[in-house]
């Protein structure tokens, strides 16, 4: 059974800086493509970064480009999401989510499993 926990959330001022962390078991990670979503409140659950497999292959949402970075260590089974010059709109529900396949992909239909969410709250 895949499991997906994410941590590494909290409260934080505009222009801070937070490390999400999304710990994987149940499959062999180093296979799959992972992605970032988040969700905030009354709002639909958006792309905000992903990766490929081997790491190689990174995109993001416009609105982060510059401020977030993905990474993943595979031997740990753990993808990153490095969060600079966090901004009151970044306030959000983060999670992470697998593929079934190794590319990287912004669309949440080509994610197959979830974990359960992280929140960030950025004060101004």
């Known amino acids: 059974q895949v499991q997906l926990v994410e941590s590494g959330g909290g409260l934080v001022q505009a222009g801070g800086s937070l490390r999400l962390a999304c710990v994987a078991s149940g499959r062999t990670f180093s296979n799959y493509g992972m992605g970032w979503f988040r969700q905030a409140p009354g709002k639909e659950r958006e792309f905000v970064a992903t990766?490929?497999?081997?790491?190689?292959?990174?995109s993001y949402t416009d609105s982060v480009k510059g401020r977030f970075t993905i990474s993943r260590d595979n031997a740990k089974n753990t993808v990153y999401l490095q969060m600079n010059s966090l901004k009151p709109e970044d306030t959000a529900l983060y999670f992470c989510?697998?593929?079934?396949?190794?590319?990287?992909?912004?669309?949440?239909?080509?994610?197959?499993?979830w974990g359960q969410g992280t929140q960030v709250t950025i004060s101004s």
């Open positions: 990766i490929s497999y081997s790491g190689r292959i990174t």
């Open positions: 989510a697998v593929r079934d396949v190794g590319s990287s992909s912004q669309y949440l239909r080509d994610y197959h499993y």
